[in-house]
């Protein structure tokens, strides 16, 4: 993917639970003439018993210039970014240009690649559906997943909304 889209190799393995927001076409296939400028990342299905060799073999070779997360629940998600790419340093960037001090920021997350954003943030949430690992560094856990609204519920207490 890149900033304005996403590529697939081909149509027969296109996942909508991955891109459920998005129907690929023909300019989303991975060619030298969709692809023309440097992608931000490469998800990379594989099988979830493999996923975590995969990664640290991928970080082993690559790992000076790239960082490697798993994600993606029950299908098996390898995200390869270029070195030091996080959601914590978007995050960052916009409070900065905002004026917002960092312990004023909450951040949600559910994977590995939301553990330094989780750290980033004055307060952290995980949601309940997450990983161990990110819930050892949150400040909460929301009590209910991603599929039943637990971001909304938590953040209607939080405000006292209702």
Same mark, same amino acid.
């Given at each position: 993917?890149?900033?304005?889209?996403?590529?697939?190799?081909?149509?027969?393995?296109?996942?909508?639970?991955?891109?459920?927001?998005?129907?690929?076409?023909?300019?989303?296939?991975?060619?030298?003439?969709?692809?023309?400028?440097?992608?931000?990342?490469?998800?990379?299905?594989?099988?979830?018993?493999?996923?975590?060799?995969?990664?640290?073999?991928?970080?082993?070779?690559?790992?000076?210039?790239? %960082?490697?997360?798993? &994600? $993606?629940?029950?299908? /098996?998600?390898?995200?390869?970014?270029? *070195? !030091? +790419?996080?959601?914590?340093?978007?995050?960052?960037?916009?409070?900065?240009?905002?004026?917002?001090?960092?312990?004023?920021?909450?951040?949600?997350?559910?994977?590995?690649?939301?553990?330094?954003?989780? %750290?980033?943030?004055? &307060? $952290?949430?995980?949601? /309940?559906?997450?990983?161990?690992?990110? *819930? !050892? +560094?949150?400040?909460?856990v929301t009590p209910l997943s991603n599929q039943e609204d637990g971001l909304a519920?938590?953040?209607?207490?939080?405000?006292?909304?209702?």
């Amino acid at each position: 993917e890149n900033r304005d889209t996403f590529f697939i190799d081909s149509f027969d393995f296109f996942d909508e639970k991955i891109f459920a927001s998005s129907r690929p076409g023909e300019k989303n296939l991975l060619s030298p003439k969709n692809l023309t400028t440097n992608p931000t990342s490469l998800l990379v299905r594989t099988d979830k018993r493999f996923a975590e060799a995969v990664s640290a073999e991928l970080t082993r070779q690559f790992g000076s210039y790239v %960082d490697v997360r798993t &994600w $993606g629940g029950p299908t /098996a998600i390898l995200e390869i970014v270029s *070195k !030091g +790419i996080q959601k914590a340093k978007g995050v960052q960037e916009i409070a900065n240009y905002l004026s917002i001090d960092q312990q004023d920021v909450i951040a949600f997350g559910d994977e590995h690649n939301d553990l330094e954003l989780l %750290d980033y943030a004055g &307060w $952290g949430v995980a949601m /309940a559906n997450g990983t161990d690992q990110l *819930k !050892g +560094i949150a400040n909460d856990v929301t009590p209910l997943s991603n599929q039943e609204d637990g971001l909304a519920v938590y953040l209607e207490k939080l405000l006292k909304l209702q």
